[in-house]
């Protein structure tokens, strides 16, 4: 069983930035792909990003490409999302997942997720 607690949420100005962090325990986590996913009040869940096991390989949702940054370290099990240039949009609970699947950083679907966050809120104000 992995657990996951997600930190570093908060209010922001648009324009502004913030860090999340996902600190994994109960598991091997250097195996494992994680991913990054929201959601906003009324909406379903969705992909935001994903980093291979090692951290080589990252993939992002068109809406944050550019703007957001996924890294993991192995040595802390803590995953990582640095989000720049934030714009009330990016307003959600933001959660992290474990995805067993060493590939699992190649899909964007929840179902390929394992273990999940109790999520961190994000509200930007314009």
């Known amino acids: 069983q992995v657990q996951l607690v997600e930190s570093g949420g908060g209010l922001v100005q648009a324009g502004g930035s913030l860090r999340l962090s996902c600190a994994a325990s109960g598991g091997t986590f250097s195996m494992y792909a994680m991913g990054w996913f929201r959601q906003a009040p009324g909406k379903e869940r969705e992909f935001v990003a994903t980093?291979?096991?090692?951290?080589?390989?990252?993939n992002y949702a068109d809406s944050v490409k550019g703007r957001f940054t996924i890294s993991r370290d192995n040595a802390k099990n803590t995953v990582y999302l640095q989000m720049n240039s934030l714009k009330t949009e990016d307003t959600a609970v933001y959660y992290c997942a474990v995805a067993r699947n060493r590939n699992g950083w190649l899909r964007s679907d929840l179902n390929a997720f394992d273990y999940w966050g109790q999520g961190t809120q994000v509200t930007v104000s314009s």
């Open positions: 980093i291979s096991w090692n951290g080589g390989n990252t």
